[in-house]
Every structure is written in structure tokens, then in C-alpha cells.
């Protein structure tokens, strides 16, 4: 069984970068599309990017200029990485696999257990 | 981008009846709608994708319809594990999720 789990600092200050690494146990990074999703405090989902394992990349167009995301096959691993933040980017950050193998559906079988980020000084 | 209202915002139903739970999109996305259920403090849960195919391991009172921009989710009798908040999100432009409908015990 598949599991992600994510894992970074949760308090960043404004101004600097968010990282967060999500990590792929029970299964290979290979062949799936993974996503980064957040969710601020009592608010929705959204989208923040998305990965093939092959390095191919996706991005929000509102949040493209500031987000990396990446991919390391050996360590069957993806991470984020959010510049310049503000306090609008303090979410909790899901990574999730996407359901289909080998094409991008966009519906998320698979997600990690989130992390709580916080942005403040 | 594709703006998804869900409604109502909170549905209050009794334990072993029908809550039924709507999603609207801003411009016809054709099939490319999934559901999702989260409680408190976890990640979402795929229940349905493809506007009606539930995903593995869902229970059959789960049930969903549309195409286009009007779709519903049906949870035929309610369970006390079904107490949550239900998401829709499109996937057929870009991707995003509706806010969400919290169903809470009446």
C-alpha cells in the first residue's frame, strides 16, 4: 500500500522560502503524476503544481513565478519549494498521487497526511 | 478558471437518511468532476471520479450524477462515519475545487 508522507519546517519566516519534501513508501514514484495541494485554515484546495516522475513540471498560473516543484527517483521523493512567502501562504500542504498510472487524470487517489506550515516572523 | 459553488455550504441530516449534495460549475467540464470526503484534521478521501465511478473500496450508498456544469452527490443513508465535509473539484481545465459542504448530524 502506497503511503506519502510530507516533512519540512512548519514555521517559515515571510519573506524566505517554504521547502517541503514528500516522501513515496510502498510503492514507486515511477509512472504516476504527484501533486502539491494546500489548504489554508478553514478555507479550500488548491492546486499548486504537479510532477511526472520524469521531471516534466506543471504549475498554477498564480503562484508559477514563486513554486519549484521537483522530483529524485532514487530517493523516491518529490519536494516543494515556495519563495517568498507571506502569511496568505501559511496552509496546510498536501503532496497526493494522482489515480492513474501513466497519464494525468487530475483526481488524487493517494495523499499524504499534510503538513501545517506556518508563515510568520 | 473554472469557478466551483457547492450547496448548500451545511447540510444537517439524521443518521440513516439521504443527504444529496450539489456542485456547480462555472462552464461545462464536461465529466472531468471528482468528489472527495474530509474529516477533521485528515487529507481528503477519493470517493467518486469521472462524475460517477466510485473509487476503490467506496461503499455503494455513495452514489453521483451530471455532466456538464450540474452534478449531485447522493449518500443514500447516512452512516456515522459519512459525517464530513464533501469536496467537488473539476480536472478538465487546469484543476480546482469547489469550498465544500459540510454534513453534520441533525
Known amino acids: 500500500q502506497v503511503q506519502l508522507q510530507e516533512s519540512g519546517p512548519r514555521l517559515v519566516r515571510p519573506s524566505e522560502t517554504l521547502s517541503l519534501t514528500c516522501t513515496v513508501s510502498?510503492?514507486?514514484?515511477?509512472?504516476?503524476?504527484w501533486s502539491w495541494i494546500r489548504q489554508p485554515p478553514g478555507k479550500g484546495l488548491e492546486l499548486i503544481g504537479y510532477i511526472y516522475y520524469s521531471g516534466t513540471t506543471y504549475y498554477s498560473p498564480s503562484l508559477k513565478s514563486r513554486v519549484t516543484i521537483s522530483v529524485d527517483t532514487s530517493r523516491n521523493q518529490l519536494s516543494l519549494k515556495l519563495s517568498s512567502v507571506t502569511a496568505a501562504d501559511t496552509a496546510v500542504y498536501y503532496c497526493?498521487?494522482?489515480?492513474?498510472?501513466?497519464?494525468?487524470?487530475?483526481?488524487?487517489?493517494?495523499w499524504g497526511q499534510g503538513a501545517m506550515v506556518t508563515v510568520s516572523s | 478558471e473554472i469557478v466551483m459553488t457547492q450547496s448548500p455550504a451545511t447540510l444537517s441530516v439524521s443518521p440513516g437518511e439521504r443527504a444529496t449534495l450539489s456542485c456547480r460549475a462555472s462552464?461545462?467540464?464536461?465529466?472531468?468532476l471528482a468528489w472527495y470526503q474530509q474529516k477533521p484534521g485528515q487529507a481528503p478521501r477519493l470517493l467518486i471520479y469521472g462524475a460517477y465511478t466510485r473509487a476503490t473500496g467506496v461503499p455503494a450508498r455513495f452514489s453521483a450524477s451530471g455532466s456538464g456544469t450540474d452534478f449531485t452527490l447522493t449518500i443514500s443513508s447516512l452512516q456515522s462515519e459519512d459525517f464530513a465535509v464533501y469536496h467537488c473539484?473539476?480536472?478538465?481545465?487546469?484543476?480546482?475545487f469547489g469550498g465544500g459542504t459540510k454534513v453534520e448530524i441533525k
Open positions: 462552464q461545462s467540464v464536461r465529466s472531468n
Open positions: 497526493a498521487r494522482d489515480s492513474d498510472s501513466g497519464s494525468y487524470v487530475g483526481a488524487f487517489d493517494v
Open positions: 473539484q473539476q480536472y478538465d481545465i487546469w484543476l480546482t
Open positions: 510502498g510503492g514507486s514514484i515511477s509512472r504516476y503524476y
